[in-house]
């Protein structure tokens, strides 16, 4: 029997690059951004030096009501988007497992991935292009219901919802996906007897199939919630945050304060608190469901 | 009574159709009305009602290729993400396999500190990135959007891989050494062609990812090295959108990714939830 104490160097040397690189990259920037978040840090205002100066720029966070609504809004816009994407990815997964003609399946099966795969930069362009007030296909497609034309980008609740719509749009998909692969583990006698209990519809999702969809809403849940506090691409690109900064999200908003205030000290302090909520939020959701997996 | 369930049957198969098709359409029709925009005159992208025929130009497309910048970002996304792609494998396989192979002290810490990279927000990064970067003297060149991209790639490569080696039987490993091979070998030569499937999806998903990202590229290149995202999302800047170039712009940013993500289809699901839905 080999020692566990001995170090096998053949096989740390291979995973030794993974590890540097990862400390390098990872680790090292984020001890970096906390040394920031404790210095005056701005870069338009150098004469001010680089300074420590203690917690005053987490206690800038604090006292800064953008910051705390920027987080509200992230909130709002997790509350607009997540739920319908569960109810639809969830329909449209019991939809395409439900299809008996194979080839219809597999290729809507594929079709799905591609929403998910597009640039996020260019789905904000398109967004720009389908939400435009004057020649964009949603308001033309609004007044053939009779609705007059919303100018989707230049007023707040609007704009709020063009971001929300684009992001349905995107990540429904995915969600879906996930519940397909969910659905597949329930095996035809599990759905037989079940259908016995059970009987159809509603009562057969709820009590039969939506046990085995729950590791795949966890990790929906903790993904969109990362995803959601990281998004940035598509909601600069398609509205900037605004109009005003009624669609800034937390990211939106620690950008501008990092690279248009270029204020780095302050914005360090907010990627920490940031990087903090991501991680409590993240481990409550996995504490929360398996739980109920498991009872 | 079968005839009777047999029409039912061709029922719930029309109506599955219409479904399948109206989905569909919903999901495509945002990058199809990217793609006929940069194939439309100018003055037909702002009629309304919409034209749904017309006679395409490639106008735009020429205006993009002779103009430039958007071609040489391309090429700038291309070089990165491909450089950085192929580092992620040569770093993260390896990782992988003793990950896979190996059990020792720590293990599990590590391979939960290598996925969580996965939950980082890039802007809690972009902030340190940009100074060291700046005093480096890295900003607005290829380096440093290569290196900033392993964040990812590494650890997307070493959760798909490891699924990989795990897959190839020990007894393999062990006949190797019984023939005098040493780790290295045993991992280059045996274990490595033996995974290529599994690596082939890993590279395209990082890839994609690489070739995909605004808020880093944003942030560190400025006109040398700018990226593909940085370009396209460039057109929303100063007087005047130019619908048709933009358009055209984002089709060849977008239609490179859609030809990959169709090739990794199935195993896109599992690339993104880092393995957690299989």
């Known amino acids: 029997m080999r020692h566990k104490s001995r170090v096998n160097w053949p096989a740390f040397s291979l995973i030794a690059p993974a590890i540097i690189v990862l400390l390098a990259i990872g680790i090292y920037p984020l001890l970096f951004a906390v040394n920031i978040s404790f210095r005056q840090y701005q870069l338009t205002k150098q004469y001010l030096g680089t300074g420590y100066v203690g917690l005053q720029n987490y206690i800038t966070v604090f006292n800064d009501p953008l910051f705390w609504e920027s987080l509200l809004r992230t909130g709002q816009f997790f509350l607009l988007t997540v739920p319908l994407q569960i109810v639809f990815g969830i329909s449209i997964a019991l939809f395409i497992d439900g299809i008996r003609w194979r080839p219809l399946s597999f290729l809507l099966r594929v079709l799905l991935v591609l929403p998910i795969a597009v640039t996020p930069t260019v789905v904000g362009l398109i967004g720009r292009l389908l939400f435009n007030r004057d020649f964009g296909l949603m308001n033309y497609l609004l007044g053939l219901l009779q609705i007059a034309p919303v100018s989707w980008l230049g007023e707040p609740v609007p704009a709020m919802l063009t971001i929300a719509l684009v992001d349905i749009w995107q990540w429904t998909p995915f969600v879906a996906l996930v519940m397909i692969s969910g659905l597949a583990i329930v095996s035809p006698d599990v759905l037989e007897s079940g259908r016995l209990e059970a009987g159809q519809g509603w009562n057969l999702f709820w009590h039969v199939q939506m046990p085995y969809l729950l590791p795949g809403l966890t990790a929906v849940l903790i993904l969109r919630t990362a995803d959601i506090l990281k998004l940035f691409d598509m909601v600069f690109v398609l509205t900037r945050g605004g109009p005003g900064v009624s669609t800034e999200l937390v990211s939106v908003y620690v950008q501008r304060v990092g690279f248009r205030v270029f204020d780095l000290g302050v914005a360090s302090a907010q990627a920490i608190l940031l990087l903090l909520l991501c991680i409590v939020l993240s481990r409550g959701y996995i504490r929360l469901f398996y739980r109920e997996v498991e009872a | ?278």
């Open chain 2, 1 to 278: 009574m079968t005839v009777l369930r047999g029409k039912r049957r061709v029922w719930t198969d029309l109506w599955q159709a219409v479904l399948a098709l109206f989905l569909a359409g919903i999901f495509l029709l945002p990058v199809y009305w990217m793609v006929t925009t940069a194939l439309k005159t100018t003055i037909d992208t702002f009629a309304v009602p919409p034209v749904l025929i017309f006679q395409p130009t490639f106008e735009h497309f020429l205006a993009v290729y002779t103009e430039g910048p958007v071609l040489k970002s391309l090429l700038n996304s291309l070089v990165i993400a491909a450089t950085s792609t192929a580092l992620a494998v040569i770093i993260g396989a390896p990782a992988a396999y003793v990950l896979a192979r190996f059990n020792f002290r720590g293990k599990a810490d590590l391979w939960f500190w290598i996925i969580s990279n996965r939950f980082i927000s890039p802007i809690v990064v972009a902030l340190p990135f940009f100074l060291i970067a700046r005093d480096l003297r890295l900003l607005d060149r290829h380096p440093a959007l290569i290196l900033v991209y392993l964040t990812f790639g590494v650890p997307l490569v070493v959760w798909l891989c490891v699924d990989q080696f795990r897959a190839i039987p020990r007894e393999v490993d062990e006949a190797a050494r019984v023939d005098g091979a040493n780790l290295g070998q045993v991992f280059l030569r045996i274990n490595l062609p033996l995974a290529m499937p599994g690596i082939a999806v890993a590279a395209i998903l990082a890839f994609i990812t690489s070739w995909n990202e605004l808020m880093f590229a944003l942030v560190l290149t400025s006109t040398e090295a700018r990226t593909a995202p940085v370009e396209a999302a460039n057109f929303m800047t100063g007087f005047g959108i130019r619908w048709g170039p933009m358009m055209a712009t984002g089709t060849l940013i977008v239609l490179p990714v859609l030809l990959f993500a169709l090739l990794v289809s199935r195993s896109l699901v599992r690339g993104l939830t880092m393995g957690a839905v299989k």
